[in-house]
């Protein structure tokens, strides 16, 4: 079952990014770019998740609090790729 999680999470965050450089309308520069942005954006979402000790599950006080506030990012950083691969297609 963690496996498919793992690769439901995964094409959440590879297709737009293959979208993105699968595009003919752009420079291949650019298109690299673009997709790099779009593929890395949750790396560095999660990271901040992983890098506040609260919310890493450390948190003394108000425990529920903060772990819903981890759920709650790290489903927006799933999000995250969409929304970017969105706006920046937006701008033609």
Do not use: K
């Amino acid at each position: 079952m963690r496996v498919l999680l793992v690769l439901i999470a995964f094409g959440m965050v590879a297709v737009p990014a293959l979208l993105a450089l699968a595009r003919s309308d752009l420079p291949r520069g650019r298109r690299i770019v673009n997709a790099l942005i779009v593929f890395l954006a949750p790396a560095l979402a999660l990271g901040l998740i992983h890098g506040v000790p609260e919310l890493d599950g450390r948190a003394l006080q108000y425990p529920v609090a903060w772990t819903t506030l981890r759920l709650v990012l790290t489903g927006l950083a799933l999000i995250l790729p969409w929304c970017l691969y969105v706006w920046l297609n937006g701008r033609r």
